[in-house]
């Protein structure tokens, strides 16, 4: 742990004020860690919103300009632009400076952000576990993390001290930080998240397929396992295409596993159906 | 609407006590409808606890005697177990008695239970959309039903009468009743509940054949996804067999659709992506 006072920024740079960015502006300023937030975005009359409400104290939408003097500077738009970002900043950004992100894929992507730090910038890969289908500052609150699992991916060629800065933050928030290797935080965000996602979406265009005014019909089965369709179609559309190699392998194995009920169902085979959903329910039950 | 004190029943007998079955007797209860309810089942300790708490007045694991005298009768067991119940009754059931059900499909099991009705003997399906993953009489309450959908199967051959007094049961419940031919039901319920629930039986044994440790990293979208997977594997046995011509056909068009995901992540069809998954929010939106 380190010393009470020890974790101050002077100027913190937010880029992408969504809900996650919003929020770690709300946590940074409840937990008294900076003096001052700067957002950066694509969306004006959001940033004006976000400084109304005084989640950030200024906002620019020129991202070079917004990173200068800025002793950490976060990522938080979809994990698309993260690249461009890095490219368009790395001008401007001072040397000590940490940069880190919220983005939900981590894998390739972090070895080759890092690659892209000038010298003296240090990259640490963060993806905190909140929000869900919400994107927007509406549902902003410092209290986001408070609780919630934060994964650190950091590298062989990690520095130390901001691995140390970027885990106290978490830790401030009160977050459960666990430090994961980028490829496996992949493997595992595929499995639990991302490839649950794309079902999801598959599942609603399914029922758009057969008859979309049956949705009327709804109950919260189906209300549940489809709420993570109405996350923001740009952001899982770049994790989607981040993780897509272990998407890929995953929805292979989620159709061997729906072939099985398939072959069960064909066949009639009672106790083999029950088998499958009991098997299903006990790995669920243990999250209940 | 029927006239006050119109609808009242001297003995009711409900097969299978568990979340519905005992929801639907605190509800009779609460409405005054009834005089004595008779509860029959297999497992002789949930009928204890049931009558120690008032659910039933009294009970039976003798189904034929369970139905002597009674005036209603509610078959609310898995609906695998449907027609042998009514074989086991059909010597005892009394003229003039009406039976109903709260089974998840109805289609040909509704034709062919009204077949299988003794002179005298109405038999009216119904399916009250309420209850999710919990199945027994621990979150069975009276109001389970109130402002719920209750779809009411009749067919060409049903008795008026009979149709009226279980319509008025469930408008007594609060339920919004909906009348719908017995085989539309099955469509439009395999594609908002049934098929649903198989796919969050399989994204969960998807989550088995990774790595089922993954599941601790689980945030609320997986939860939510895959909250259905904690569904009774009997019960859920049973409707998908039933339901299984529909269920085949909309899993054949759910593979369509994730076929259609996966070409595009191959292609790396950034645009192609976002409007499947923007596609989906738009629908799934409608019942926010």
């Known amino acids: 742990m380190i010393k009470k006072g020890d974790l101050f920024f002077n100027k913190v740079t937010i880029i992408g004020v969504g809900l996650i960015g919003a929020s770690f502006a709300l946590a940074l300023k409840e937990k008294g860690l900076c003096k001052n937030i700067i957002g ?35 990522l938080s738009t979809p994990v698309g632009a993260f690249t461009d970002i890095i490219k368009l900043i790395r001008g401007t950004v001072k040397k000590g400076a940490v940069i880190s992100d919220v983005g939900s894929v981590k894998g390739s992507l972090v070895y080759a952000l890092e690659s892209l730090m000038p010298k003296g910038v240090y990259y640490i890969g963060s993806h905190p576990i909140a929000g869900s289908d919400s994107s927007g500052i509406d549902d902003a609150r410092a209290d986001l993390f408070n609780n919630a699992r934060c994964i650190i991916t950091p590298t062989a060629k990690s520095n130390k001290k901001a691995l140390k800065t970027v885990t106290s933050i978490w830790e401030k928030f009160g977050s ?24 999801a979406y598959a599942v609603v265009n399914t029922l758009e397929s057969i008859d979309s005014d049956y949705i009327k019909y709804a109950g919260e089965g189906f209300k549940d396992t489809t709420r993570i369709a109405m996350s923001s179609p740009e952001l899982w559309r770049d994790i989607s295409l981040f993780n897509r190699a272990n998407l890929l392998k995953m929805i292979d194995i989620f159709r061997d596993n729906l072939d099985e009920i398939v072959r069960l169902l064909e066949k009639g085979d009672s106790a083999g159906i029950e088998k499958e959903f009991s098997k299903a329910q006990d790995l669920r039950m243990k999250i209940k």
Do not use: M, W
Not at 43 to 48: M, V
Not at 176 to 190: A, C, M, S, T, W
């Open 40 to 74: 950066c975005g694509r969306k004006e009359n959001n940033l004006r919103q976000a400084k109304k409400r005084r989640i950030i104290d200024d906002y620019t939408l020129d991202v070079s300009r917004s990173c200068k003097d800025s002793d950490l500077i976060l």
């Open 176 to 199: 459960r930080v666990e430090l994961i290797d980028p490829l496996k935080h992949d493997e595992i965000f595929g499995a639990v998240s991302h490839f649950p996602h794309v079902v």
